[in-house]
């Protein structure tokens, strides 16, 4: 029945939409979905690269047998083993008996411990062929892009890479799957935020696993998620490239936590001096009212950072200090920071802020600013030059650094 999106002559999508999940990982909002994308080559034998969440699995299933049309499906190729992606292996095992599963030694062995699979596999090697007929599929280690098992796969006829999580985007597939067919624009923003939220840690395994995949001259990116690349390839390159360099663009995001508006009206200001700094990206967010995932990806996506937060039992601010740990588990490097806070009896928030960048390493602006009840005068003023402060810093011309291994 299913007519599947063809992305070569003989290589069908045979992905699913996930429109119903709340929270990828239960944690990260889906407004406008995830796709699972899994890919199936016609050739002398047949090969399905990767699997869909089990949530998906039937109509999974369908799609491929629509394809297949009686044919038995010879391989499994699987580049990932997270559960969105692995989640139908057992499934499909049941309707392809004869199936082998091909991985590396980590993916062999998280087959057995997932879903205790451990007949029919194949293991194969960094660099090793293997042969579908014309088909010639190349594997590529690329570890800990995201997960240590991460590999990509490289058709050398059609010259596709499957590339796994990378390059991948929240946001469902509405219609078509090919970048060529569809207007873009509403992606970048979510494949940034999946980047941030998703990947963000690793990005010196993203750098090396560009190094290693420039030399392959692929015309065609199928990724796990999100749209197939074929028109903006450099674009998404260029994109991995500078998010995993941690180089983030010319502007700045103003994070603040507030119960009554004490501090609120510090980041306002603070704001103001950005602009009179000469900042134009200046994005406030409000960490009680927007979701971290969205904080993260404005983070990655621009060099300066300023932090506010009142001080809460002797503490900061829990909401500010959630968003913090995340920042740290992720590493984020060469940003320009600026923090600011309030207090009624004893200030505890402006202080923590400054053990926090001094962990991050980050350059920091001279001042900092720290008020006890309402804003007066003399820290509105220091408000406003905290803002043009951090300005001139992110304004300054930073030194590409090579890449960072
Ligand atoms: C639950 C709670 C706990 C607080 N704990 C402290 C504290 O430990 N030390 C302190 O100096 N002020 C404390 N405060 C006062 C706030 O830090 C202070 O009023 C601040 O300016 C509030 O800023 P906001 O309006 O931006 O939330 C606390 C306030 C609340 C509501
Ligand atoms: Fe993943
Ligand atoms: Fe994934």
């Known amino acids: 029945m299913f007519q599947n999106q063809q992305i070569t002559e003989d290589i069908f999508y045979v992905g699913v939409n996930d429109r119903q999940k709340h929270k990828f990982e239960n944690m990260i909002p889906l407004p406008v979905g995830v796709s699972y994308n899994a890919y199936l080559i016609m050739d002398q034998k047949t090969a399905l690269i990767d699997t869909v969440d089990i949530s998906m699995g039937d109509i999974f299933i369908d799609k491929i047998q629509s394809q297949l049309q009686g044919r038995t499906l010879d391989y499994l190729i699987i580049n990932h083993m997270e559960p969105d992606h692995s989640g139908s292996i057992r499934l499909i095992r049941k309707y392809y008996p004869d199936l082998v599963i091909v991985g590396n030694s980590k993916t062999i062995s998280m087959l057995d411990g997932f879903y205790?699979?451990?007949?029919?596999?194949?293991?194969?090697?960094?660099?090793?062929?293997?042969?579908?007929?014309?088909?010639?599929?190349?594997?590529?280690?690329?570890?800990?892009?995201?997960w240590p098992e991460t590999m990509m796969t490289f058709d050398q006829k059609s010259k596709v890479l499957f590339s796994g999580d990378a390059f991948g985007s929240f946001g469902t597939l509405d219609g078509t799957v090919m970048d060529t067919n569809m207007n873009i624009d509403r992606y970048w923003d979510e494949m940034i935020r999946y980047y941030a939220n998703i990947v963000g840690k690793y990005g010196a395994a993203v750098q090396k696993a560009l190094q290693k995949l420039t030399p392959l001259d692929f015309d065609i990116i199928c990724s796990t998620h999100g749209p197939v690349w074929k028109e903006y390839i450099s674009e998404v390159v260029d994109m991995y490239d500078q998010l995993s360099r941690y180089e983030g663009n010319e502007g700045v995001v103003v994070v603040y936590g507030s119960m009554y508006g004490f501090t609120e009206l510090m980041a306002e200001t603070v704001a103001q001096g950005l602009s009179q700094g000469g900042i134009k990206d200046i994005i406030i967010h409000?960490?009680?009212?927007?979701?971290?995932?969205?904080?993260?990806?404005?983070?990655?996506?621009?060099?300066?950072?300023?932090?506010?937060?009142?001080?809460?039992?002797?503490?900061?601010?829990?909401?500010?200090?959630?968003?913090?740990?995340?920042?740290?588990?992720?590493?984020?490097?060469?940003?320009?920071?600026?923090?600011?806070?309030?207090?009624?009896?004893?200030?505890?928030?402006?202080?923590?802020?400054?053990?926090?960048?001094e962990t991050m390493k980050w350059e920091t602006a001279e001042i900092s600013v720290e008020e006890k009840q309402g804003l007066k005068e003399i820290n509105y003023q220091a408000c406003l030059e905290l803002g043009r402060q951090v300005a001139k810093m992110v304004k300054k011309p930073i030194e590409r650094k090579e890449h960072c291994g």
């Not at 960094?126 to 570890?143: A, C, N, V, W």
Request: charged fraction near 25%.
């Open 286 to 357: 409000n960490v009680s009212k927007t979701d971290s995932s969205y904080i993260l990806r404005d983070i990655f996506k621009y060099r300066g950072l300023v932090v506010g937060s009142p001080t809460y039992s002797n503490e900061l601010y829990p909401e500010v200090e959630s968003l913090l740990r995340k920042i740290e588990i992720r590493g984020v490097k060469n940003r320009i920071f600026g923090y600011f806070g309030s207090f009624t009896w004893a200030g505890a928030a402006v202080k923590r802020l400054s053990t926090f960048v």
């Open 116 to 146: 205790g699979v451990e007949n029919n596999t194949k293991e194969i090697k960094d660099g090793e062929i293997l042969s579908l007929g014309t088909h010639k599929l190349q594997f590529h280690f690329t570890p800990m892009v995201h």
